[in-house]
């Protein structure tokens, strides 16, 4: 409920708290590209006090995944208090993938940008704040790769997010092997010259941006 509005009714604030269980539920389940029929329909409300409540999908995210999402300011947290950055740098990576794994919505939420979510994008930007400390950190105690870059992060959570969502239901673990095979590419003594640099900030922004559009 936005600042200054009126309390809902009784029944009115059942109904939003049923509708908010129903789309963790489904978009947990589905993803973010979930029928906005079938959360109503688990919520056995009709689509009209859906909309009423949710008038867009992207209220449904803002109103679920910024305090999903807040799960890695405390990995982030647990990752810079690690005397060793490496591991700190690994636990992170290992947690928010982890994470990613336990829920499809999560999943999208992390490799999409939803202009019309700001609350869900404010969540992201504080999170990759955190991740260059991270990098930073890992690269300063020379174990992580000098060429890491935080967009580099990002199109390994693009191929990550894909490997778990194709896996989920088959290897949910698979993931786990795969990162592993990343983990040691990135390591300082593993490195060769890469001759393509990494995104710029304008090309990240474009590239998430591009496959930003929900169906409603």
């Not at 647990?78 to 919505?105: C, I, K, S």
Request: with cysteine.
């Amino acid at each position: 409920m936005s600042p200054g509005a009126r309390p809902l009714r009784a029944d009115a604030a059942r109904n939003r708290d049923k509708l908010l269980a129903a789309a963790a539920e489904v978009f947990g389940e589905r993803g973010l590209d979930a029928p906005l029929e079938e959360i109503a329909r688990r919520a056995k409300v009709s689509i009209g006090t859906l909309y009423n409540h949710f008038p867009t999908r992207e209220a449904f995210f803002d109103a679920i995944f910024p305090g999903r999402l807040a799960a890695l300011d405390r990995l982030a947290a647990t990752a810079t208090a690690d005397p060793d950055p490496w591991n700190g740098f690994v636990g992170f990576v290992e947690g928010m993938f982890a994470l990613q794994a336990e829920d499809r919505g999560l999943n999208d939420a992390v490799t999409k940008r939803f202009p019309l979510a700001p609350e869900l994008n404010d969540v992201c930007q504080r999170g990759f704040g955190h991740v260059e400390q991270i990098i930073a950190r890992a690269k300063d105690s020379g174990q992580l790769r000098p060429d890491f870059e935080p967009p580099d992060l990002a199109t390994l959570i693009w191929a990550m997010s894909k490997v778990i969502r194709e896996s989920m239901d088959v290897a949910p673990q698979a993931w786990r092997r795969c990162l592993a095979f990343f983990l040691d590419g990135l390591r300082a003594d593993a490195a060769h010259p890469i001759a393509v640099p990494a995104l710029t900030a304008d090309q990240l922004y474009e590239a998430m941006a591009a496959p930003s559009s929900t169906r409603a």
